[in-house]
């Protein structure tokens, strides 16, 4: 059993022969499209393509004026590219732990880590569940600092009634493979902010504006397009969004079930007011398990697992440049070695997801105190 599998149908294969049929290749009309209903989902005024999510978070730290001497403020408990995506602009990332519950940044810890370089603060929606964004944005605006929502795995989830990505000044969605809906890769930037709108036009195609004839060249920008190609692939599956995160969510509540009483393995908690996407269904292992030999007795049973994410003072670029003890960031390391991501997705039946449940029980019976 996989742990993930794209929801993909022959729409979106005759989506991209329409596309290679018209000779139009690049960022054009389906483009257009494509961001038109992502930015009517969020409920947002402007939402902007681009080639990943990875480039989307730099685009959009660069166009909010992040650079070399800046810290921004992000949690630890993440996949790298949040981290990659400071760096990328000169900025130093400041690692900050999370709430073991929601896996997201512990909102209490972020005021302690502002410091006069402070820039943005960079909040992830871990495995779709939104993080506490009103404690973070009155944070934010207490110093006056831009929230950025790396909601890479997000789309359609929900906090307080409103949609991940229109939480803060800009966000971010993924359209990976393994994340809600898929472009084989792509991203988008979502924002009601005009100007920022302006600055993401221009850099997203190499600092150039149109004019009548040809185009002048105002900034030193990038080329961070998404293609036609990609984006009718992402029009069709705007069109099954709501159905694949409903699947999602009914499957969630089955694994809650049969997961309820497995001794060492918490289900995930949701938080009051929060609708999640369960882009990852995440359990957390008690200490005592070693989560890496669970990974591996579930794979004999022919359940693929693997970790929740990373805690990212542990990847050996990041410990060797910043040096970050694990004393500093408990949570976040507890996180690391503890949590199991299991399979979750629509082509799953009960009795595949009851398989998952037995295969669980007996992988950590293998796995206690080794
Ligand atoms: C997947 C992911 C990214 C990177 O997305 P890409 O589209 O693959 O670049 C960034 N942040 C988080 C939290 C992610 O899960």
Avoid at 63 to 80: H, K, M, Q, R
């Amino acid at each position: 059993m996989r742990l993930n599998v794209p929801v993909l149908g022959v729409e979106e294969a005759a989506a991209v022969a329409e596309v290679l049929a018209s000779g139009y290749l690049t960022q054009g009309p389906r483009t257009a499209e494509f961001e038109r209903l992502v930015a009517a989902k969020a409920g947002v005024a402007y939402a902007f393509a681009t080639s990943s999510a990875t480039t989307g978070l730099h685009l959009a730290l660069h166009a909010l004026g992040v650079g070399p001497g800046d810290e921004v403020v992000i949690p630890d408990f993440s996949f790298p590219a949040t981290a990659n995506a400071v760096v990328e602009t000169g900025a130093t990332p400041v690692f900050v732990d999370i709430d073991l519950d929601t896996f997201n940044i512990d909102a209490t810890l972020i005021e302690a880590a502002i410091t006069p370089r402070t820039k943005a603060i960079m909040p992830v929606h871990a495995f779709g569940l939104c993080a506490d964004m009103d404690a973070i944005n009155a944070v934010a605006a207490a110093h006056g600092l831009p929230v950025l929502e790396d909601a890479a795995c997000a789309l359609a989830g929900s906090y307080r009634g409103r949609q991940a990505g229109s939480l803060g000044t800009a966000g971010v969605y993924s359209f990976h493979p393994r994340k809600v809906i898929t472009t084989g890769e792509g991203g988008m930037i979502t924002t009601s902010d005009p100007e920022l709108a302006d600055r993401l036009r221009v850099l997203r195609a190499h600092g150039a504006v149109r004019g009548e004839l040809y185009m002048e060249f105002v900034d030193a920008g990038y080329n961070y397009r998404l293609s036609d190609v990609h984006a009718a692939i992402g029009v069709v599956q705007m069109s099954r969004l709501d159905g694949i995160v409903e699947q999602r969510r009914a499957r969630a509540r089955v694994l809650d079930g049969l997961l309820a009483d497995v001794e060492g393995a918490r289900v995930p908690v949701v938080p009051e007011g929060i609708e999640p996407t369960y882009q990852s269904y995440v359990v957390l292992l008690d200490q005592g398990i070693d989560r890496d030999e669970v990974i591996r007795s579930m794979a004999r049973r022919d359940v693929e697992t693997t970790l929740g994410t990373y805690g990212m003072h542990l990847q050996p670029y990041f410990r060797d440049r910043f040096g970050i003890g694990d004393a500093l960031l408990p949570n976040s390391t507890r996180a690391h070695r503890q949590a199991l991501t299991l399979p979750l997705y629509e082509q799953l039946d009960e009795r595949d997801l009851e398989l998952v449940r037995d295969a669980l029980v007996a992988s950590i019976a293998e796995s206690r105190g080794r």
